[in-house]
C-alpha cells in the first residue's frame, strides 16, 4: 500500500479521504497508524530514512534516538528538500501538506485530540525535530507545528462559542422559577459545560506547548523562510481568536520581527498587521501595540526593498483610517514623511503614498468657498488647488506629481471627463483663481493639464504599463477614442485662446504647443473647424516671431510636422501656412547674412544678432521639417568658409547655429535620396548629380567639424562638431551601401587623425573631475541640481556617441582602451555604457575586445608606474584601484566559458607578453622585467580560463621564463609565483 507521503505528493485524493482513511486505521490499530504518521512527516523533510515498529517500542521519553538514527541517513548534500524544491510539483505538495494538516485537526477534534496518544505523540517529535541541526527537518517540522496550532485555535474558539452558548442556556433555564425549572436539563447542561471545559483546558495546553516549545524558538531562527513562515501563521491566529492573542504578549513577536535583516519577513509581519488593522473593531486592543512601534512602522516606508516599504504605506493607510483614538496616532512629520514618498521614482510606492495623501487631505474635503466663481469650474477645483499647493511646499518635479497623486485622484473620481476638461481650462483664466496662486505657480496647472492629455490618450503609457502587461481590452480603446474625441472638440477651440493669452510666456507655450500631437486631427474637417486650425496657425506664426528660445521653438516644429499630415484632408492648409513661416525666415536670413558680409570689419551686434536668430528659427524648424527645397545650404556653408579664411570674423553663436543647420540638411539630403528623389538641394536635379553633390557637401562638412574639433576655443562648438561627425560617420557607414546600392559612394570612413581628435575631446571633456573654478561654479547658487543633471546627461551623450563608433567597427576598437579603462573610476557616471559596449564590441569581435582590455590595463600600468617614480607601490591605492578594474572586467566574460575561452586566453597572452618583455638594456635575467608587477593583475582573469586552457598558458608562460627565476624568493618576484599559481589551481598539474 501507498504511504501517507506518497498519496499526499501525488496530490490526486482529497485530503479530507486521506485523513478518513488514516482515522479508520487507527482506530482499528492506533500504533501502527501512529507509526505511518510519524514517517509521514520524516519523509516530508526529504529523508528516506524508515521508523519500524521496535524502534518505535524502544521510544520511552522522546523520539531523540530515532531522530538520531534519522539524521545519519539523511543525505543533505543533496540540498533540496520537497519544501523548497524548485517547481509546480512541490508547490502543490507543500499546499497538500498543510491542507493534510489541517485536516487531521479538524477531523480528529471530536475524539482522537483529547485521547492523550496521538497528540501527545506527535506534539513530542515536532518539537524534538524542530529542535534539529537538520534544516529540513527543522523546517517541516516548524510548518506542521505552525499548521497543527493553527487547527487548533480554529478547535478552541468553536469550543469557546460553544461554551458560551451553553452557559447562557444554563443561565436561562436556572433563572427559572422552580415550578417551571428542568432539573435534568440542568444536569445535562452542567455536565456538557464540564466536558466543554476540560477540552479547552486540553486544547490550551497544547496551544502553550507549540508556542513556548516552537514558536519561541524558530521565529527567531537563522533561516528566513522559518522566521517568516511563524509570522505568517501568528497573524492568522491573531485575527482568528483575538480574544486569546490579540494581546500583547503575543504582538511583541511581532513587533520585533519588524527590525528582521530579511525582507520576506518583515513582508509577513506587515501583511500580518495590514490583516490586523483592517478590522476596525480589533484597533481597539492594538493600541499599546501602535504607539511602541508606530515609529518602526514609519520607518519602514523608507525600506530600501520597494514591497515591503509599500506595505508599511498601506499599513499606515489603515491605521489613519480605522485608529480613532483620543489623540492623533500620526504626527505631522510621521505623515510628512509619507507624502514625500509620492516622488519615489518606484511606482508602486508612490501610488501607496498617494493613496495615503489623498486619504489625509482629500477625500472628503468640503470645498471651502461657496460662490458662483468655484461651483462654475467645477467640484474638483478645490482638489487641484490642494494639489498644485502641495507641489509648491515641496518644490519636486511635476510628473511625480501626476504618477503618485494625480493619477490616483483620477482612479478615485472613475475617469476623466469633458467637465474636468474644461475645469483645468478655466484655471488659466483671469479670475479670482490668481487670487489663491501666485501668478508663475500657473505654470503647473499648465504641466497637470499636459500629463493629464498624455494620460489619456497614450494607448500603453509607462504609468499604464507598470501596472499590467496585458494588451488594452477594446471596451478600454473605445473609451480612449472618446476621451480624445472630447479633448480634441475642447482644445481645438480653446488652444489658440489660450497661445494668445500665454504667447510670452516660454514654460506655458512649450506645454501648450505639445497639445495638438494628441488631436484627432479629422475632427478639424468633420466638425467644420477651419476656422480654429487657421486661429492656431496664426498663433505658430506669432509664436516663431516672438521667441528664441530653443524649447519653444523645436515644439513649434513638432507641430507642424505632425499638422502637416498628408494623410488628413487639413494637410494642404498647414502645408501652405508652414511654407509661408519658413519662406518669411529663409529671406530674412538671406538678407541679414547679406549685410553681415556687405559690413565685413564694421560689423554690428544687431548685423550678428539678426543672423543668428533668423539661422536659429531655421535651424529649429528644420529638426522635424524638410527644407532642402530652400537650398540654403550655399548660404550657411559659405559661413563656414569665411570663418577658415578669418575665424575671428564669425561669432561663436552664428558658427554653433551653421554647424547644426548644415547637419540637418545633409541628413534631409539623404533621406530624398533614399526616397527615390534628388532633394539634395535646388540645384541638382538628377539623381547621380545629387549624389555626388551630398557627397561633395558631407565632405566638405565633416572636414570642417574635424577643424573646429582640433582648432576651436569654443567648448559648445567643440561638442557640436563631435556630435556631428560621430552621428554622420554612423549615418554614412559602410551599411549604407547595403541598403542603398546606388549610395555607395557617399559612404564615410574617419581617417586615422580623426579618430585620435575624437577619442582626445572624450579624454578631454567626458573623463575629466571638475577642476576649482568648475567646482566654485557648481557651487554657485544659480547651478541648481537640475543643471548638474544636464551636465551629466551631455557627457553621457557625448560618450554613448563615440562607443556606437566602437561598437559598429567605424573606428579602431583599440582606442576604445581610453574608454574601457575609465570603468572603475567614472562607474557611477558611466558605468552601464561602457559594460554594454564591452559587451557589444565582444559580440562583433571577442579576440579584438580581449586585446583592447588588455591594452586598458596595460596602458593604466605603464602610466601609474611613470606617475610613482618608476617603481610600481603594490600597497598604493592606484594599484588596487587595477586590480579591481581588471576584477570587472573577468566578471564582463560572464559564466559561458566555451563562448570566451579564446579571448580569454589571448587576454592572458597579451599580459605574459607585456609582463616578461624586457628593455634592450636589461641583460641580467636575475633581475625581474620592469612590467612584471603586471602579473597581479592578470591573477584576476585565471578563474575565466577552462581547465585545458589553463595548461595551455602556463605551457606558454614556462617557455618566457627560466626554473631558476621561479625559485628566486626576492618579494619582486612574488607576481610571478602568484600568477603561475593561480594557473596551476584547477590545471590538473602538479608543479614540479
Excluded at 435534568?184 to 459545560?193: A, F, H
Excluded at 469650474?377 to 498644485?388: E, K, Q, Y
Excluded at 570603468?823 to 575586445?849: M, P, Q
Aim: proline share 3%; net charge negative; with cysteine.
Amino acid at each position: 500500500n501507498a504511504t501517507i507521503y506518497e498519496i499526499v505528493r501525488q496530490g490526486k485524493m482529497s485530503m479530507s479521504s486521506v485523513v478518513d482513511d488514516w482515522i479508520d486505521a487507527y482506530k482499528a490499530d492506533r500504533n501502527g497508524a501512529l507509526l505511518d504518521l510519524i514517517q509521514f512527516f520524516i519523509h516530508a523533510s526529504g529523508c528516506k530514512g524508515t521508523i519500524t515498529p521496535q524502534m518505535m517500542q524502544e521510544v520511552s521519553e522522546g523520539f531523540q534516538d530515532v531522530i538520531k538514527q534519522m539524521t545519519e541517513q539523511f543525505d543533505e548534500d543533496s540540498g533540496d528538500y520537497p519544501l523548497i524544491a524548485a517547481g509546480a510539483y512541490f508547490r502543490k505538495f507543500r499546499s497538500s501538506f498543510c491542507d493534510f494538516v489541517q485536516a487531521l485537526v479538524r477531523q480528529c477534534q471530536y475524539e482522537i485530540i483529547y485521547d492523550q496518544y496521538m497528540m501527545d505523540n506527535i506534539l513530542t517529535l515536532l518539537t524534538e525535530l524542530s529542535n534539529s541541526q537538520v534544516r529540513a527537518f527543522r523546517h517541516t517540522s516548524t510548518l506542521a507545528a505552525m499548521k497543527l496550532m493553527t487547527g487548533l485555535v480554529n478547535v478552541a474558539l468553536q469550543l469557546s462559542v460553544s461554551l458560551d452558548n451553553t452557559q447562557r442556556q444554563y443561565d436561562a433555564e436556572h433563572s427559572k422559577s422552580l415550578s417551571k425549572r428542568a432539573s435534568e436539563k440542568l444536569d445535562i447542561l452542567m455536565q456538557k459545560k464540564k466536558e466543554l471545559e476540560e477540552q479547552q483546558s486540553e486544547i490550551e495546553g497544547m496551544l502553550n506547548g507549540i508556542f513556548k516549545g516552537i514558536f519561541v524558538h524558530r521565529y527567531r531562527d537563522f533561516i528566513a523562510e522559518i522566521r517568516a513562515l511563524c509570522m505568517d501563521e501568528i497573524g492568522a491566529w491573531m485575527k482568528m481568536f483575538p480574544k486569546v492573542f490579540l494581546t500583547d504578549s503575543y504582538l511583541k513577536y511581532v513587533g520585533w520581527t519588524l527590525h528582521d535583516k530579511q525582507k520576506e519577513v518583515r513582508a509577513k509581519c506587515l501583511n500580518s498587521l495590514i490583516g490586523l488593522y483592517g478590522d476596525n473593531e480589533m484597533t481597539r486592543d492594538l493600541k499599546l501595540f501602535t504607539s511602541r512601534f508606530k515609529d518602526r512602522i514609519v520607518s519602514m516606508t523608507l525600506d530600501k526593498e520597494y514591497d515591503v516599504a509599500v506595505q508599511a504605506i498601506k499599513l499606515l493607510h489603515l491605521i489613519l483610517s480605522n485608529c480613532g483614538y483620543d489623540t492623533p496616532v500620526l504626527t505631522s512629520s510621521d505623515s510628512e514623511r509619507v507624502y514625500q514618498l509620492v516622488f519615489s521614482c518606484h511606482r508602486p510606492v508612490a501610488v501607496a503614498a498617494a493613496d495615503f495623501l489623498n486619504k489625509q487631505l482629500f477625500i472628503n474635503k468640503v470645498s471651502f468657498e461657496e460662490n458662483v466663481i468655484w461651483k462654475r469650474r467645477g467640484v474638483n477645483a478645490p482638489l487641484i488647488t490642494d494639489l498644485v499647493l502641495f507641489f509648491i511646499e515641496n518644490n519636486y518635479t511635476i510628473s511625480y506629481i501626476y504618477t503618485g497623486i494625480l493619477y490616483r485622484l483620477y482612479v478615485d473620481f472613475s475617469r476623466i471627463d469633458t467637465q474636468k476638461s474644461q475645469c483645468s481650462n478655466s484655471l488659466f483664466m483671469p479670475t479670482s483663481w490668481f487670487l489663491v496662486l501666485p501668478w508663475n505657480h500657473t505654470n503647473l496647472i499648465n504641466k497637470m493639464q499636459l500629463l493629464n492629455i498624455i494620460f489619456l490618450q497614450t494607448p500603453h503609457n509607462p504609468i499604464i504599463k507598470a501596472e499590467s502587461s496585458q494588451k488594452t481590452a477594446s471596451r478600454d480603446r473605445k473609451i480612449a477614442i472618446e476621451d480624445r474625441l472630447r479633448l480634441t472638440e475642447h482644445f481645438m477651440v480653446a488652444l489658440p485662446n489660450l497661445l494668445k493669452k500665454f504667447h510670452v510666456d516660454r514654460e506655458k507655450v512649450v506645454g501648450l504647443l505639445q497639445i495638438p500631437r494628441y488631436f484627432e486631427l479629422e475632427c478639424y474637417t468633420t466638425s467644420r473647424r477651419e476656422k480654429h486650425l487657421d486661429d492656431l496657425l496664426a498663433q505658430l506664426s506669432v509664436i516663431v516671431d516672438k521667441h528664441t528660445d530653443p524649447d519653444v521653438l523645436e515644439q513649434v516644429s513638432r507641430t507642424y510636422s505632425h499638422l502637416c499630415d498628408d494623410e488628413f484632408a487639413i494637410f494642404n492648409k498647414v502645408s501652405i501656412s508652414r511654407r509661408a513661416v519658413i519662406d518669411k525666415w529663409a529671406e530674412n536670413f538671406r538678407f541679414a547674412l547679406a549685410i553681415f558680409k556687405d559690413a565685413e570689419d564694421n560689423v554690428d551686434e544687431e548685423e550678428i544678432y539678426n543672423v543668428v536668430q533668423n539661422l536659429k528659427r531655421l535651424t529649429h524648424l528644420y529638426m522635424f521639417n524638410d527644407l532642402t527645397q530652400w537650398d540654403l545650404y550655399p548660404k550657411a556653408n559659405s559661413i563656414i568658409e569665411m570663418h577658415q579664411e578669418r575665424p575671428d570674423t564669425i561669432p561663436q553663436a552664428m558658427l554653433l547655429q551653421t554647424v547644426k543647420f548644415i547637419y540637418y540638411h545633409l541628413l534631409y539630403s539623404l533621406a530624398g535620396l533614399k526616397n527615390g528623389g534628388a532633394s539634395s538641394g535646388a540645384g541638382a536635379e538628377d539623381p547621380r548629380a545629387a549624389i555626388a553633390q551630398l557627397r561633395k557637401r558631407v565632405g566638405e562638412y565633416l572636414r570642417a567639424c574635424e577643424l573646429l574639433l582640433a582648432s576651436s576655443p569654443h567648448k559648445k562648438i567643440q561638442e557640436e562638431s563631435y556630435m556631428s561627425i560621430c552621428d554622420l560617420l554612423v549615418i554614412f557607414a559602410p551599411q549604407l551601401a547595403h541598403s542603398s546600392p546606388n549610395l555607395k559612394s557617399l559612404v564615410q570612413r574617419p581617417s586615422e587623425p580623426v579618430q585620435h581628435s575624437l577619442v582626445d575631446f572624450v579624454r578631454e571633456f567626458v573623463f575629466t573631475l571638475p577642476d576649482e573654478d568648475d567646482s566654485k561654479t557648481l557651487s554657485s547658487p544659480h547651478w541648481d541640481d537640475t543643471a548638474k543633471i544636464d551636465a551629466l546627461h551631455q557627457r553621457r551623450s557625448l560618450l554613448a556617441a563615440i562607443c556606437k563608433l566602437f561598437v559598429y567597427s567605424l573606428i579602431d576598437l583599440r582606442l576604445a582602451a581610453v574608454v574601457f579603462q575609465q570603468y572603475i573610476r567614472f562607474y557611477s557616471d558611466y558605468g552601464d555604457i561602457i559594460k554594454e559596449t564591452i559587451s557589444k564590441t565582444r559580440h562583433v569581435n571577442k579576440l579584438a575586445c580581449a586585446q583592447t582590455l588588455a591594452l586598458s590595463l596595460k596602458t593604466l600600468f605603464r602610466d601609474t608606474v611613470r606617475e610613482q617614480g618608476g617603481v610600481l607601490d603594490q600597497s598604493s591605492q592606484e594599484y588596487g584601484h587595477m586590480k579591481e578594474l581588471a576584477r570587472r572586467f573577468a566578471l564582463t566574460f560572464g559564466l559561458d566559458q566555451v563562448k570566451t575561452r579564446d579571448a580569454v586566453a589571448e587576454l592572458h597572452r597579451e599580459g605574459i607578453v607585456f609582463a616578461l618583455k624586457r628593455d634592450e638594456s636589461m641583460f641580467n635575467e636575475t633581475e625581474p622585467p620592469a612590467n612584471l608587477t603586471f602579473l597581479g593583475i592578470l591573477v584576476e582573469f585565471s578563474a575565466k580560463l577552462m581547465k585545458q586552457d589553463k595548461r595551455t598558458v602556463l605551457q606558454y608562460l614556462d617557455k618566457h621564463i627560466s626554473p631558476h627565476q621561479l625559485s628566486n624568493q626576492e618579494s619582486l618576484w612574488i607576481p610571478l609565483v602568484t600568477y603561475r599559481n593561480s594557473l596551476l589551481q584547477g590545471a590538473g598539474m602538479d608543479d614540479d
